[in-house]
């Protein structure tokens, strides 16, 4: 069985939302790790990528997709998207009623835009994420560079989603995103979900205790 852990997270009460639990089952975290840590890729622990990055632990990805809430057809800016793990499974929520036969043609698959950084690490996310044919597909696009700036060009978007933490959420995200969206994103050792209410408010809500990596801006 791929990824075992969402099992326990299921009798946990960490999952929640259907969608998202078989996206879980669908995109087997060994697909994301390098190939010498294989064997470690079921076990609920972050695991180094290379670059000094580690794919996220299993449990921090299931809590934030949880509070992101992705729909199918949503329009997604993922900030850090390293071994690409997280971001084949939220390619495979937004999609999902592309995946049933349809007679419904030019229907919305939804989109991620996926930001990575680091040069070797990027290419390391893509090759992953394209074994799922997501980027051919057009359901995944990845983009190399800083993604402190924000992603002007392709927004705004329905969901934000960062796997780094800086001293505070930079202020073109919280333009970047849809009135009546969500971000989740790391601030420190606490991750933050804010919904905007209009243009200039939005509800926040703070989890504690948890351990990222650090956002760098270039
Ligand atoms: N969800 C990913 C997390 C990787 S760790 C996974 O599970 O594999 C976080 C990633 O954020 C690292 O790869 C790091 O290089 C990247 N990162 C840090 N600062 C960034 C920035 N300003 N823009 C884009 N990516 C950044």
């Known amino acids: 069985m791929i990824n075992p852990f969402v099992d326990d997270f299921i009798k946990q009460g960490v999952f929640k939302t ?15 790790v390098p190939p010498e840590l294989k064997e470690r890729a079921y076990i609920n622990e972050p695991l180094p990528i290379g670059e000094g990055q580690t794919i996220s632990q299993p449990y921090t990805v299931a809590f934030m997709v949880e509070l ?55 290419e390391f996310g ?3 994420i394209a074994k799922y044919n997501f980027i051919k597909k057009g359901i995944v696009e990845t983009i ?28 073109a995200w919280l333009k970047e995103l849809k009135t009546g969206g ?13 919904i905007k209410k209009s243009e200039k408010e939005f509800d926040k809500k703070e989890y504690r205790g948890f351990v990222f990596v650090p956002l760098v801006k270039d």
């Open 18 to 32: 259907p969608a998202i639990i078989e996206a879980f089952k669908k995109i087997d975290r060994a697909d994301f």
């Open 68 to 122: 992101l809430r992705p729909e199918a057809g949503n329009k997604i800016f993922e900030i850090g998207s390293g071994s690409g793990w997280q971001t084949a499974i939220l390619a495979h929520i937004v999609s999902r009623n592309g995946n049933q036969k349809s007679k419904i043609k030019n229907q919305n698959l939804g989109k991620i835009y996926a930001v990575e950084r680091i040069k070797a690490l990027y």
């Open 126 to 128: 893509a090759r992953n």
């Open 144 to 171: 190399f560079g800083d993604a402190t700036i924000g992603l002007k060009r392709h927004s705004p978007f329905d969901r934000i989603i960062a796997a780094a933490a800086g001293e505070a959420v930079p202020e």
């Open 182 to 194: 969500r971000l989740v994103a790391p601030v420190k050792n606490s991750i933050w979900l804010y």
